[in-house]
Structure formats: C-alpha cells, structure tokens
C-alpha cells in the first residue's frame, strides 16, 4: 500500500468513526441561523422568546418596555418530563435523555403541530407536541412505554421553573441600607400571583411570606390558570393555562417565600384524555 493511500484510509476511517459517534449522540434538528443555531425550535413574539433546544430544554424569556430580552437569568425554563410514583407517595422526576430525542420534522422558527419524542433514565419513552397558538406557546404530551420502568405508576409532565427575580438583591438591601430594604419591601409588594382553580375559583397567593407551594391552600383541586408579575418583569406578566382535562400544581425545594423561586407542573389526566388533545398554554402580556 502506498503512502497516499494509507493516509486516504485513514482519515476515511476518523471521518466514518466520528460520523458513527455524532449519530450515536442523537439529537433534535439544529436551526441553522446564526442567531438560533443550536435550537429545534424558537418563537419570536412581541412579548417573549420562547427557545426549544436540540438537547429539549425549554425556555421562555420575557421581553421588556423596549421589546429586547429582560435577560437569561429571569428566564422561565420547561422542561419535559416522566414523573414515577413512589409506594410511599414520594415523586421521582426522571429527566430527558438527550441522546434519545428524535423528531422527523425540521427544526423551526414557526412551530405548527410540531413532535418529537424520547427516553428518560430507565427508557420510559414519551412523546411531545409544540405549536404557537394565537400569540403563546401550545404545549403537551403523553407516556409512551414505561420502558424498564414497571414497577411503579408513571405520568408525563411538564414542568415551569420561574427563577428568584430579584437575586440576591433582597439581602444585600436588608444588610446594607434601612431606607433600602424598606424600598425593596415596598416594590415587592406590587408583585402579584394569582391562581384560578379548577372547580372556577380564585385566590391570591402571598409571595413574601415563607410557604410549602404544594400545599392545598394554594392548589386547591388543581390549578387551571396561574399569572405572576414581578417588577423586575418590566409589567410583563406570565400566563398559564391547562385545558380541558388537565391541571397545574405549585411546589418549592423547602418552605420559603415565592419570590424566592418556584415550580409549576402540568400533568394530564390520562383517564379521561387518552388521545393526549390537552394541554398547557404559555404566554407573555
């Protein structure tokens, strides 16, 4: 063999190997725009980004008065889940396995009826749907097999995460300056969380004092519409709504204020929507 050859061989070997380890690390379709490279889906509205990457981590990022992006470090995440069921009634959140992802639709800057589908630790495998509806962002899904996982019940979730809008700002405030911790206390109280249940009532829920978010006086029955506003929103507002068959609950890590940072999971209910058609709408006003 000649040396040109070997050399042509072998470098058609790395190509082949590399080629082989990329499709072995599946994942969603890229957009190929500079600006969104790395994203399988993204909707550009007036009032909010919203960003699907090609690993499926979800984000929605408010836009303030001038129409720019309030910023990554206010940004509400999604994420797609199964949740397991413990015996003692203990939730366990396996988490998306990005190699798994797949979807035969190409990545999009105008998502209608979009799907894709993967695995989570265990192979539970799911399937997801995403599509812009009137201005906000249609989300659901449902279990497809549980994969290893049949020991326990298994349901397919979608999870927001709305982050501590202020930071550490709050403390440093109370540590510094009496006149401003007084002046935070007093811009707090402007934030508002509101929830609707779904038996059509309403309540206001506290975000200053420290709180279990799971709890009943929150949750009631389940949730069917949530809005929270915080001043560092630039009087944006988020809106959640579950359809028809479908709920929303508040959780936290440990019992302490709201505007600290927070959960919301959407879940279906399977039993009465086999056909997967609810879902949670996301929107930015």
Same mark, same amino acid.
């Given at each position: 063999?000649?040396?040109?050859?070997?050399?042509?061989?072998?470098?058609? !070997?790395?190509?082949?190997?590399?080629?082989?380890?990329?499709?072995?690390? !599946?994942?969603?379709?890229?957009?190929?725009?500079?600006?969104?490279?790395?994203?399988?889906?993204?909707?550009?509205?007036?009032?909010?980004?919203?960003?699907?990457?090609?690993?499926?981590?979800?984000?929605?990022?408010?836009?303030?008065?001038?129409?720019?992006?309030?910023?990554?470090?206010? !940004?509400? +995440?999604?994420?797609?889940?199964?949740?397991?069921?413990?015996?003692?009634?203990?939730?366990?959140?396996?988490?998306?396995?990005?190699?798994?992802?797949?979807?035969?639709?190409?990545?999009?800057?105008?998502?209608?009826?979009? +799907?894709?589908?993967?695995?989570?630790?265990?192979?539970?495998?799911?399937?997801?749907?995403?599509?812009?509806?009137?201005?906000?962002?249609?989300?659901?899904?449902?279990?497809?097999?549980?994969?290893?996982?049949?020991?326990?019940?298994?349901?397919?979730?979608?999870?927001?995460?709305?982050?501590?809008?202020?930071?550490?700002?709050?403390?440093?405030?109370?540590?510094?300056?009496?006149?401003?911790?007084?002046?935070?206390?007093?811009?707090?109280?402007?934030?508002?969380?509101?929830?609707?249940?779904?038996?059509?009532?309403? +309540?206001?829920?506290?975000?200053?004092?420290?709180?279990?978010?799971?709890?009943?006086?929150?949750?009631?029955?389940?949730?069917?519409?949530?809005?929270?506003?915080?001043?560092?929103?630039?009087?944006?507002?988020?809106? =959640?709504?579950?359809?028809?068959?479908?709920?929303?609950?508040?959780?936290?890590? +440990?019992?302490?204020? =709201?505007?600290?940072?927070?959960?919301?999971?959407?879940?279906?209910?399977?039993?009465?929507?086999?056909?997967?058609?609810?879902?949670?709408?996301?929107?930015?006003?």
């Amino acid at each position: 063999m000649s040396v040109s050859n070997f050399k042509v061989g072998f470098f058609t !070997a790395i190509i082949i190997s590399l080629a082989g380890e990329f499709t072995a690390k !599946a994942q969603l379709p890229s957009l190929d725009d500079r600006k969104w490279v790395g994203n399988f889906v993204v909707f550009d509205s007036r009032n909010f980004e919203f960003t699907l990457t090609s690993q499926g981590k979800g984000k929605i990022c408010a836009k303030g008065k001038k129409d720019v992006p309030i910023g990554d470090r206010l !940004a509400v +995440t999604l994420e797609f889940l199964v949740q397991e069921t413990q015996p003692d009634g203990k939730i366990i959140t396996k988490a998306i396995r990005p190699d798994s992802l797949e979807s035969s639709q190409p990545a999009s800057l105008k998502p209608k009826d979009i +799907t894709f589908r993967g695995k989570v630790i265990g192979d539970a495998e799911f399937e997801a749907y995403i599509t812009e509806d009137r201005g906000a962002i249609s989300v659901g899904g449902k279990l497809l097999n549980p994969g290893t996982l049949t020991k326990n019940p298994l349901r397919f979730a979608i999870r927001a995460n709305f982050p501590n809008p202020y930071g550490d700002a709050k403390g440093k405030a109370a540590e510094n300056d009496k006149a401003a911790a007084k002046k935070m206390a007093k811009t707090m109280q402007k934030d508002r969380l509101q929830v609707k249940w779904i038996d059509a009532k309403s +309540t206001k829920v506290d975000l200053i004092k420290p709180v279990d978010a799971s709890n009943k006086e929150i949750n009631g029955p389940g949730i069917a519409a949530f809005s929270v506003e915080f001043s560092t929103y630039q009087d944006k507002k988020y809106i =959640l709504i579950a359809s028809e068959n479908s709920s929303m609950g508040l959780s936290n890590t +440990t019992p302490k204020p =709201l505007c600290e940072g927070f959960a919301v999971t959407w879940l279906a209910d399977p039993v009465k929507d086999p056909s997967a058609k609810s879902r949670l709408s996301v929107d930015v006003k």
